[in-house]
């Protein structure tokens, strides 16, 4: 995902299960100039400070307590922030296959109207709502076998000839379905 998001200059990612760190590591993917924060205030301090000026910011929610809570008082921030990308790791952990928080369906249904673009990941897209599922305009895909993380994956619009690669992608090898809706398969 960082590959996608690296071009932004206005980027706050939600590092939900750590995977991103300030130097590569053993479980880290590196990201070299953002700034790191653990806690929702640091987190609007960095963003207070930047103005509508550039930022990389990524907030890790180490024993944040009511994660959802959490999870929404940033959602809610990104949304007043306005004009930034919003790259959410994981993004399963905060909604289940028929729903999601009131302050995530607002900043998918409503936000990109500000400039808020929302980017997430999921290793099983079954568990993410339908709804994102199907407002997600661009859309990579690896591999999956599994018949319900293939039926959540067609909710995207992927296109049959697509779909049927699913199965088979190498490692690092996605489906690239375009906001045009053509594709094209990328990696290695």
Known sequence: MAEKFWPAWRIVVYNTCGSYGAVSGERRNSLPGFVF????????????QSGNGPVRVCFTPLRAGDK???FCDVCRLVCDY????????EIWNFQSPSWSPDELSEAILQ????GLRLMWNAQQPQLVDQTLRSMSTEVYVGKFEHRLDLKAVADCRLKDEAMDLLPTLPKRSFV?????????????
């Open 82 to 89: 306005g004009n930034v990308v919003f790259a959410v790791d």
């Open 111 to 114: 936000w990109g109207h500000y």
């Open 176 to 188: 690239h379905k375009l906001e045009s809706g053509e594709w094209r398969l990328e990696g290695a």
């Open 37 to 48: 924060v653990t806690s929702v205030l640091d987190l609007i301090q960095v963003l207070r």
């Open 68 to 70: 959802q809570k959490v």
